[in-house]
Nanobody
Framework: VQLQASGGGLVQAGGSLRLSCAAS????????MAWFRQAPGKEREFVAA????????FYESSVKGRFTISRDNARNTMYLQMNGLEPEDTAVYYC?????????????????????WGQGTLVTVSS
């Protein structure tokens, strides 16, 4: 599976962006699709995920209520709608795919469970 992330940019605090992640290749093996982010000087952290088997969605607590993850299976594309952006959201955002179709909830936030990664797209939120 190859992943291409796009949609990052510079936005003022309170603004919105929509990230896209286009998948190609063996997309039928995509059990879970997720977004992670890495801020300067920090470790990569989980943002949101969507599980194909039951369409359940998972969010990191600081983005819940502001970010919405979705996927369009016909277009093999995942989205992250980000509203109410804050300077703390500034990071490189990566999309990722796990081949595990029934990845349990307690492991969905673990980046080691993901097999394929996109190149990242930079989101900068100014105050």
């Amino acid at each position: 599976v190859q992943l291409q992330a796009s949609g990052g940019g510079l936005v003022q605090a309170g603004g919105s962006l929509r990230l896209s992640c286009a998948a190609s290749g063996r997309t039928d093996s995509s059990g879970v699709m997720a977004w992670f982010r890495q801020a300067p000087g920090k470790e990569r952290e989980f943002v949101a995920a969507i599980r194909r088997s039951d369409n359940n969605k998972f969010y990191e607590s600081s983005v819940k209520g502001r970010f919405t993850i979705s996927r369009d299976n016909a277009r093999n594309t995942m989205y992250l709608q980000m509203n109410g952006l804050e300077p703390e959201d500034t990071a490189v955002y990566y999309c990722a795919v796990s081949r595990k179709p029934h990845l349990i909830s307690s492991r969905i936030r673990d980046s080691n469970e993901y097999d394929h990664w996109g190149q990242g797209t930079l989101v900068t939120v100014s105050s």
